[in-house]
């Protein structure tokens, strides 16, 4: 039985549809990301997942239960759930472990303070104020939070916003540790990074709708290509190749125009990058900037929708 099963989501404010007729399965066991950019429709879906919104239309079932089943049947399924908000605010005069223990009071079955501060390495904390801690304790805690009911399944929307690379790795290891001892987790996020590392499988939102699905390396791979190189022209300085000259170079397999500069998905760097210095010579243009990457699913959003994921 799936975690997660929803079909035919539709939310609407106004004249916005936020979520558009969206279907989504999670496995038992799996970590599954929704990414996309802001306004993609990634948190409405998880909302309305989490029972926090109710949608003009479509079918929810988690862990093989409906929301709307009776006060009893929804306060059952919620105590096998953990979610953490998008913004968690807590009481900054409270200290960690009285945090801990008020969350502790709204279930029936949970972990002690100290198992729970272990599970997300606070336990030196214990007795800060919640409003002393740094930004990346602040999430540790509010992950906390979501853990304390032992939940089988974990909602994180964007856990790691904001959070430098350390406390980024630490909260990653917490999430990690949740998953080996056979939780299902669903996580929205900005970082292609995370998606890569922590995700099974990831689902790409745009305008409400899932526009691509797999796991990370089939969605890089349906690039046709592994890496890609980027270039921009100075002003003024020849002439500009055209999109049917880029992609006629060895190794290229897509071209990608963009404002400030072109993206070429290539096969074969080594092969690529010399024949477009060659015909750059010819053509008198000189480079202002040039870079090569491994792809990432940043580069297979801008693929399908012509949109950088940070800026749309």
């Not at 802001?38 to 909302?47: H, L, P, S, V």
């Not at 968690?88 to 008020?102: G, I, N, P, S």
């Not at 009911?149 to 980024?168: I, N």
Request: with cysteine; aromatic share 4%.
């Amino acid at each position: 039985m799936p975690a997660i099963r929803c079909g035919g989501l539709v939310k609407r404010y106004a004249d916005v549809v936020a979520v558009a007729g969206l279907d989504l399965t999670v496995a038992t066991g799996e970590c599954f990301g929704l990414l996309g950019p802001n306004g993609a429709g990634k948190t409405t879906t998880i909302e309305i997942l989490e029972g926090l919104t109710e949608p003009d239309a479509g079918d929810v079932e988690l862990l093989g239960m409906r929301w709307g089943g009776g006060r009893a049947a929804d306060r059952a399924l919620r105590e096998r759930l953990g979610i953490q908000l998008q913004e968690t605010q807590l009481a900054d005069k409270l200290t960690v472990a009285e945090t801990v223990r008020l969350f502790r009071s709204f279930y029936t079955s949970s972990h002690t303070v100290d198992e729970v501060l272990g599970l997300v390495e606070l336990e030196e904390k214990r007795a800060a104020w919640v409003g002393k801690l740094s930004g990346g304790q602040k999430q540790r805690l509010a992950v906390a939070c979501a853990l304390v009911s032992r939940p089988e399944l974990l909602f994180l929307d964007e856990p790691t916003t904001g959070l430098d690379p350390q406390s980024r790795r630490q909260l990653w290891q917490v999430i990690g540790r949740f998953r080996a001892a056979g939780g299902t987790v669903l996580l929205t996020t900005h970082y292609m990074e995370e998606a890569e590392r922590l995700c099974d499988r990831v689902a790409i939102m745009d305008h409400g709708k899932v526009i691509a699905l797999g796991t990370p390396q089939q969605l890089i791979a349906s690039l046709g290509a592994e890496h890609v190189v980027e270039f921009a022209l100075a002003d003024g300085a020849g002439h500009a190749p055209g999109p049917e000259e880029l992609a006629a170079l060895p190794g290229v397999r897509a071209v990608r125009p963009g404002p400030d500069r072109t993206a070429l998905t290539v096969a074969a760097v080594h092969r690529a990058v010399p024949a477009l210095l060659g015909l750059l010579e010819r053509r008198g243009a000189e480079l202002s900037m040039l870079a090569t990457h491994h792809a990432t699913l940043e580069d297979v959003f801008v693929s399908l929708t012509g949109r950088q994921l940070r800026d749309a």
